[in-house]
């Protein structure tokens, strides 16, 4: 019996279904797996103490990283992953490896997952994360390749050098809670340290942080920079200076790092240097500000600084000053004490600053402003933050570029600070010693310092002990650092 046309067409459309499901299975089968990520670019920066490579993925990216040694390699493996294009790959072959410790950079396969292979030349201890997209990038693979043993700036403090500070800074906590300074009779004393006074320089931004652009193209953390290294050079040739820049070339520094390395490097002070922007080519001119404990003083003060704390979300390591040590109250006590003290010198050192920068520029603001940034929150070291000029605004940029500009902007922050510091110098820096030893010629006086004692002041001075306790209305012979004795007259 023949078949109606209409089961005969019925027949021939459940065939081709079923032939077309078995295609699709097929096809389902041995299609490829599907990439998860491709890698876009890998840029890569060098400081002192590590090199940090990032990897821009076109999306989230799982990575597994191990060291391997003989010879010392990295291996990163990006999960079901491939480089985006030969272009990129080419890339990877022509990065500036120069001080990196990373010899040569090789790609491959395991299995789904595209290997990246760095040859190494030392030992180094990985970290790594994942950033989800911002404004300036997408997705990130951070790899930082810490260098064991290195310091994070060049020409570390001298460990003579620190140990005095810390001596300084010892005397100055006990002083703050009240505690007696005293120097004991039977120990002699030695010759006034004369240190050098430690200015931290922190040129903003950096790596892959460009901070704000001009309409011309200039990027802030080129022109910081510039002027950092031109004022550490000033600081440098100045007796009884040191400088110590944050960083010296382009990579990324956290903001909390920025004042960990200034606490490392016993730094008497910290300023921190950009080029201000606004969403307008109209405003112009320089600022300074300090930090304010509670928050800041104007709504632009407040808008800079939820713009520059803004860029710590890059990643990195977050330091705090550590107050475990005491209770609550005292903790309390202390941090307000020592934030008072440290903001008054940021204050002053800063007014200092910015009647300089008014002589060679328009000021922005006429006194010192106050905001909440992030790094300027150290609680033990004076600070100040300086905007040296609206990097949005086209003749500002261009003023921005010029050398002699740079100079001249260098020039007025350290003459503010040095100013500041001729007035107030450290106890047992070479600009206090210097101070001393004037007053000891004019008026007859001289600062005490660890280690002394009255017998040896007496001998120093050609006086007698008891001269010496009648014209300072002693009667016992304890002394006090920083405590200041009359020399009668032989």
């Not at 310091?151 to 300084?168: G, K, L, M, T, Y």
């Not at 570029?401 to 510091?421: D, P, V």
Request: hydrophobic share 40%; with cysteine; charged share 25%.
């Amino acid at each position: 019996m023949s078949d109606s046309p209409r089961t005969r067409v019925t027949r021939r459309l459940r065939r081709w279904l079923a032939g077309g499901i078995a295609c699709s299975l097929v096809s389902f089968v041995f299609a490829p797996q599907a990439l998860a990520a491709k890698v876009e670019n890998l840029r890569l920066w060098t400081a002192p103490d590590h090199t940090r490579l990032v990897f821009d993925l076109d999306s989230a990216a799982t990575a597994k990283i191990f060291s391997l040694d003989n010879p010392e390699r990295l291996v990163i493996d990006l999960a079901g992953s491939d480089v985006a294009n030969a272009a990129v790959s080419r890339k990877f072959e022509k990065l500036n490896l120069e001080g990196s410790a990373v010899k040569s950079i090789r790609t491959g396969h395991q299995g789904n997952d595209l290997r990246v292979v760095l040859d190494l030349t030392r030992k180094v201890n990985p970290k790594d994360f994942t950033l989800a997209p911002n404004a300036k990038y997408g997705n990130r693979l951070v790899v930082d390749l810490e260098f064991p043993g290195e310091s994070a700036v060049e020409n570390p403090i001298d460990p003579i050098e620190a140990r005095i500070r810390e001596q300084e800074q010892l005397a100055a906590k006990r002083k703050l809670k009240g505690e007696p300074v005293a120097a004991a009779p039977n120990i002699k004393a030695s010759t006034h340290p004369k240190r050098d006074i430690i200015i931290a320089i922190d040129p903003g931004h950096g790596g892959e942080d460009p901070g704000a652009s001009g309409p011309g193209g200039t990027k802030e953390k080129d022109v910081v920079l510039k002027i950092g290294k031109r004022l550490k050079r000033m600081f440098d040739a100045q007796p009884g200076f040191k400088a110590i820049l944050t960083r010296n070339s382009d990579y990324y520094i956290p903001l909390r790092k920025r004042t960990e390395i200034a606490r490392e490097q016993k730094a008497d002070f910290f300023v921190s240097i950009h080029a201000d922007a606004f969403n307008s080519p109209r405003p112009h001119g320089s600022s300074v500000f300090a930090l304010s404990s509670r928050g800041a003083t104007s709504e632009t003060a407040r808008w800079l600084a939820a713009t520059e704390n803004r860029a710590d979300l890059i990643g990195g390591v977050d330091g705090n000053l550590s107050l475990n040590d005491k209770d609550e109250m005292l903790r309390g006590v202390l941090l307000d004490l020592t934030m008072t003290a440290t903001l008054n010198d940021s204050l002053a050192a800063g007014s200092g600053v910015l009647a300089n920068l008014g002589r060679m520029n328009t000021l922005h603001k006429r006194r010192v402003e106050q905001a909440g940034f992030v790094v300027l929150k150290s609680p033990d070291i004076p600070s100040l933050l300086v905007e040296t000029g609206f990097i949005s605004n086209p003749k500002e940029e261009r003023s921005l570029n010029s050398a002699a500009y740079q100079e001249k902007l260098a020039r007025s922050i350290f003459t503010g600070l040095e100013n500041h510091f001729e007035r107030n110098p450290p106890p047992s820096s070479l600009l206090a010693w210097r101070r001393d030893q004037a007053r000891g010629g004019k008026g007859g006086e001289y600062r005490i310092k660890s280690g002394d004692t009255l017998s040896e002041v007496a001998q120093r001075h050609s006086v007698s002990v008891s001269a010496l306790k009648r014209a300072n209305d002693m009667s016992g012979n304890t002394l006090r650092v920083g405590q200041v004795l009359k020399i009668p007259r032989g």
